[in-house]
């Protein structure tokens, strides 16, 4: 294994992202690099005023079907893979010129599958064939050549080169990258025509080194998936406030989860990664209000995230209160100067909030990870089987789907009573099912008349419902399940309260 540095002398380029590769090929040419290319990049630096090698001239062999077969030839290949004294006489014979820099990124796959009118056709036209061969082929012989993947690596090479060489350090690191970005495409290749999905077909790019992680002695890294188009913590436009904490990502992620289930108005209030406050309706200033008021305590320096456009009246009261972020849609210019009146105060635009997408989320174990795909059932009101005597009245039904929608988002055991529309009192993280009761009963208040419950799981004892009964709580709605159901409803049926069961639970750990 060679460990010397190299100055290279040949370089081959064929690039389907072209983002500096004119001023990059410019300092191969000004340090004596001779530059092999092909199709389409051949004619970016020929244009550019870059004297290059087309790869048929090179080869001797002309670019056929299609462009489909161009650089699979032993002369490109023996130029790439020789080591440099060991093979010099078979290179000799064969007319194999060494090929010492090999720079190549792939034709756009991924992108090409997000697009909804892509043809199967162009799909199978977006598999690169010789570009991997030839990545894989510089990365193996990184003893001899530097191979590179991405244009962040252009200067440092350029540097290396006016430096002296290519230094073997540099060399074994470009070849780590390459085996990486060859292996994540043809993971994205495989999980598309599979139809399955995963993290190794996943690809994450560091966006941003935070302060500290959960807790100040914990280092934390934001990355971010990249050609992510839809809404999300990492890709807002942050307008104004001190860099977002590892903890306010996490618990702005929880809100927009949470958002992302209606359609109509809302309001969505979160603190420690749990919905203190949700309120849909169609005055968003009405919305807001409820949904703060709803646990005012626990919403002090929480997270407050709106599905309309954030005006100056909402602003107002916003900065009438204490909260670390204020997230939503769109501002108008009015909002955000009144937003700049509490400079601290992180102000993100998310862009337009879409429903919820089936998508697979992970969760990192002591040596592995789990997956599983993101819950987006919804509980209509033909799902709900009614068990008690007691018929729930439509604005029962109203709320109990409602609170059903946010109790999804609620760490289990989690109960959640709400009214009109709005929470008013949830009991999030109980080991226990009671204890989750008497927190949210606790939470409501006067407030819980004439209210229902909503419980992520069964009841397995009707002792939460003897509970429930002392309160001015109405109808419950519960996934059902238990061996003890019929007591349960008994005990419903003694209380003159109406139960609903959705036959699907929600726990959420």
């Known amino acids: 294994m060679n460990t010397t540095p190299i100055q290279p002398q040949r370089a081959l380029i064929s690039v389907s992202n072209k983002d500096g590769i004119i001023e990059f090929a410019r300092g191969l040419k000004e340090n004596g690099v001779e530059i092999i290319s092909t199709g389409g990049t051949s004619a970016a630096l020929k244009d550019a005023g870059i ?53 190549v990124n792939l034709y756009p796959f991924a992108q090409t599958i997000q697009n909804p009118n892509a043809t199967e056709e162009e799909i199978i036209e977006n598999i690169d064939i010789g570009g991997p061969t030839m990545i894989r082929s510089a990365a193996k012989n990184f003893g001899y050549v530097a191979v590179a993947v991405d244009p962040a690596d252009y200067g440092a090479i350029l540097n290396e080169i006016k430096s002296g060489g290519i230094s073997y350090a540099t060399r074994k690191k470009l070849s780590h990258k390459a085996f990486g970005h060859t292996a994540e495409y043809d993971a994205v290749i495989h999980n598309h025509f599979t139809k399955k999905e995963g993290v190794s077909g996943k690809k994450y790019q560091k966006r941003v080194e935070l302060r500290y992680g959960e807790n100040p002695h914990q280092k934390a890294i934001a990355y971010a998936l990249q050609n992510y188009a839809e809404p999300s913590i990492l890709n807002a436009k942050i307008h104004q406030g001190k860099q977002l ?17 209606f359609g109509n108005p809302a309001c969505v209030v979160v603190k420690h990664a749990n919905p203190c406050g949700v309120c849909t309706g ?20 929480g997270i407050i995230a709106l599905n309309r456009t954030c005006t100056k009246e909402i602003a107002e009261k916003i900065t009438q209160v204490f909260a670390e972020i204020v997230m939503a849609p769109d501002y108008e210019n009015s909002a955000l100067k009144e937003f700049a009146k509490k400079p601290k105060l992180r102000v993100l635009e998310l862009g337009k909030i879409t429903p919820l997408k089936p998508a697979w989320e992970y969760k990192y174990i002591q040596g592995g990870l789990l997956a599983q795909d993101t819950d987006i059932k919804q509980i209509t009101q033909s799902d709900l089987q009614v068990v008690a005597k007691n018929y729930p009245s439509p604005e029962e039904i109203r709320d109990c789907l409602f609170a059903w929608r946010v109790l999804k988002h609620v760490k289990s055991n989690a109960i959640l009573i709400a009214k009109d529309s709005a929470t008013v009192g949830i009991g999030a993280g109980q080991v226990s099912r009671v204890d989750a009761v008497d927190i949210a009963i606790k939470k409501s208040g006067v407030n819980i008349d004439n209210s229902v419950l909503a419980s992520d799981a069964f009841f397995p004892f009707r002792d939460s419902i003897d509970r429930i009964a002392q309160t001015g709580v109405t109808a419950i709605i519960q996934p059902g399940g238990s061996i003890k159901d019929k007591e349960v409803i008994k005990a419903c049926d003694e209380h003159n309260i109406s139960m609903m069961f959705t036959g699907a639970r929600c726990f959420k750990h």
């Open 245 to 261: 904490s590892y903890n306010n990502i996490a618990d702005a992620d929880a809100a927009l989860a949470t958002l992302k289930e």
């Open 282 to 301: 169609e005055d968003m200033i009405k919305v807001f209000q409820k949904a703060y008021d709803a646990d005012s305590l626990s919403a002090f320096g």
């Open 51 to 103: 004297d290059v090698i087309d790869i048929a001239d090179f080869t001797g062999f002309p670019e056929i079907m299609d462009g489909r077969v161009k650089t699979l030839h032993p002369k490109v290949h023996g130029g790439i893979l020789g080591r440099r004294q060991e093979h010099a006489a078979v290179a000799a014979k064969n007319g194999i010129n060494w090929i010492d820099i090999v720079v």
